[in-house]
C-alpha cells in the first residue's frame, strides 16, 4: 500500500531529576554536597532508509516517545542518558511542525539524519550549587522536559523525470517499456492509482529515474480527480515528459489536453510549471491520418517544444526520446553546484537564542514571559524547594523581568505565565522574606526534632 502523507506525534525524554545528598563518611567532617546529575533524555531522530518508498510504517501508530533519562545518585553518581528513538523514512520525506506550518527537515539525501524533538537536559544534583557562601545547598534542578511535537511528514518522490498525461494516456505502459516497473496497466481511466518509480538504463553509468503519476484532469489543482495528490510528487524533478495520447481512441483534443495539463500545474506551482518540458505523442500506431498527426507536432514545436512521436505498446521511437532525455539531464546536473554529498548527512535545525526572552500583557490582563533559555530554567525549578524558589527569584531579577512587568504596570498579586507554569507576582524583597522565614521555621522543626 502506498502511503504518502501522515501526521504522528513525537515525544522526546525528559531529563532524569538531580539529587540532593551529602557525604556521610566516618572520619570525614563536614563532607558536603554529593548529589549526582540527572542523564539527558532520548531525542526523537529520522533518518533515511533507501529501502524505504512509503509511509506505511507510521500509518497504525500515531505516537512515538524516547526514553527517559535516569535520576542522579549519590557519591556524585550520573544518571543513565535515556536512548535516543530512531525512525527510519523512505528518501524525499518533508517533516512539517502541524502547530505553526514551519518545514523542520527536508530529507531528501540517502542517509540523511535529523533531530526532530531534542531530549530534555539532566538536572543537576546540589553538588553543582556549592560555593563559599552557600555550603550546603539543599536543592538540585529536576530534569527538563523533553520536546513534544505534532507533525505531518510527506513523501515526495525523488524522480528525474516526471510523467504527466489525462488518464489511459499510456504512462504506465511507457514506464513498464522502459524500466522493470510493473504498474498495473489497462484500458480504462484511472488504472493507476498510486505513483510508480522506474529506474531507466541505457548505457553503463547512464540512467535516470522516472516517475509515473496518476491522471491529472482539469481541476486537479483544485482537489478534482486522482492527480491532485500526486502533483507534490513531480516538485522534485528536472523535467517533464507530458505524454499526450495522439491516436485519437479517447476522443479528446491532445493539444487541448496540454494545455489543461500546463495550467493545472500554474495552479498547483509555478515552479513546476518553470521545468523543462518535453512533449511525446503516445500512440502514433494507431492514427491513419499523418496529416493530422503532422499539423499537431508543427503548433506544438512552434510554442518552442520538443516533440516526439512514440507508441509506448510496440515501442516504437522510443530509443530517440530516451536519449534526448539523457542529454538535457546530463546537461541540467553539470549546472548545478550542490557539492557532492558526505556519507552522512545532517540537517541543521536551527536553535533560538537562549538568552533572549519578551514579555506582554495579554487582553485579559495575564502577563506572559516568554524565552527558550527562560522557560527551561523555570521547567528544572523544583516548585516544592523553598530554596529553589529563592534561586529563581534572584535569577530572574538579575535578567530585568521584574523591572519589565513593572514597566508594564503588573501590580502584587497579577498572575505571571512563563512556560507551563503560572505565578503569582509578589514584591521580591516581601518574597525573599516570606522565603527566609519558611527556611528558618523549618530549620526550628528539624531541630526540635533532633
Not at 36 to 61: A, K, P, W
Not at 256 to 273: K, V
Request: aromatic share 6%; glycine share 10%; proline share 3%.
Amino acid at each position: 500500500m502506498f502511503i504518502d502523507e501522515v501526521e504522528i506525534e513525537v515525544a522526546a525524554g525528559s531529563g532524569g531529576n538531580g539529587m540532593v545528598t551529602f557525604r556521610k563518611e566516618k572520619f570525614v567532617p563536614l563532607g558536603g554536597p554529593n548529589g549526582g546529575d540527572g542523564g539527558r533524555g532520548g531525542s526523537v531522530i529520522f533518518q533515511v532508509d533507501h529501502n524505504l518508498s512509503t509511509l506505511l510504517d507510521f500509518r497504525y501508530r500515531k505516537t512515538y516517545k524516547a526514553e527517559r533519562g535516569g535520576d542522579g545518585g549519590s557519591k556524585d553518581m550520573f544518571g543513565k542518558n535515556g536512548a535516543d528513538l530512531v525512525l527510519k523514512v523512505p528518501p524525499g520525506t518533508i517533516v512539517t511542525n502541524l502547530a505553526n506550518g514551519e518545514v523542520l527537515a527536508d530529507l531528501n539525501e540517502h542517509d540523511s539524519i535529523v533531530v526532530i524533538a531534542r531530549g530534555g537536559e539532566g538536572g543537576r544534583g546540589n553538588a553543582h550549587f556549592a560555593n563559599s557562601v552557600h555550603q550546603a545547598p539543599r536543592f538540585a534542578e529536576k530534569g527538563e522536559p523533553g520536546e513534544h511535537l505534532q507533525i505531518k511528514l510527506e513523501l515526495r518522490l525523488l524522480a528525474d523525470v516526471g510523467l504527466l498525461g489525462y488518464p489511459n494516456a499510456g504512462k504506465s505502459t511507457l514506464i513498464s517499456a522502459v524500466s522493470a516497473a510493473k504498474p498495473r496497466i489497462a484500458n480504462y481511466p484511472f488504472t493507476t492509482l498510486t505513483p510508480h518509480l522506474g529506474v531507466v538504463y541505457l548505457e553503463q553509468e547512464r540512467s535516470f529515474v522516472m516517475a509515473d503519476i496518476p491522471g491529472i484532469i482539469e481541476g486537479a489543482s483544485m482537489g478534482v480527480g486522482l492527480g491532485h495528490q500526486f502533483l507534490r510528487h513531480i516538485a522534485r524533478s528536472r523535467l517533464l515528459v507530458h505524454l499526450l495520447d495522439a491516436g485519437g481512441m479517447s476522443g479528446r483534443d491532445p493539444l487541448q489536453d496540454y494545455e489543461i495539463l500546463c495550467r493545472e500545474l500554474q495552479l498547483y506551482d509555478a515552479g513546476l510549471a518553470a521545468l523543462p518540458q518535453i512533449i511525446a505523442l503516445n500512440k502514433c500506431d494507431l492514427v491513419s491520418d499523418s496529416d493530422t498527426l503532422d499539423a499537431l507536432q508543427q503548433e506544438l514545436q512552434s510554442r518552442g517544444l520538443t516533440v516526439f512521436r512514440i507508441s509506448a505498446a510496440t515501442r516504437q521511437g522510443l530509443q530517440p526520446l530516451l536519449y534526448h532525455i539523457m542529454q538535457m539531464l546530463e546537461t541540467l546536473r553539470q549546472q548545478q553546484t550542490d557539492a557532492a554529498p558526505d556519507t552522512m548527512h545532517y540537517v541543521a535545525i536551527a536553535e533560538e537564542d537562549n538568552r533572549k526572552w519578551k514579555a506582554a500583557q495579554e487582553e485579559d490582563g495575564l502577563f506572559v514571559v516568554t524565552g527558550k533559555g527562560l522557560e527551561r530554567m523555570v521547567a528544572m525549578t523544583d516548585m516544592e524547594n523553598q530554596e529553589a524558589l529563592r534561586r529563581l527569584q534572584r535569577a530572574l531579577d538579575r535578567m530585568g523581568i521584574h523591572s519589565k512587568l513593572r514597566a508594564l504596570g503588573i501590580q502584587d498579586g497579577d498572575t505571571v505565565r512563563i512556560g507551563t507554569m503560572e505565578f503569582e507576582f509578589a514584591d521580591e524583597a516581601r518574597m525573599a522574606e516570606e522565603i527566609d522565614m519558611r527556611m528558618a521555621a523549618r530549620k526550628r522543626r528539624k531541630h526540635n526534632q533532633e
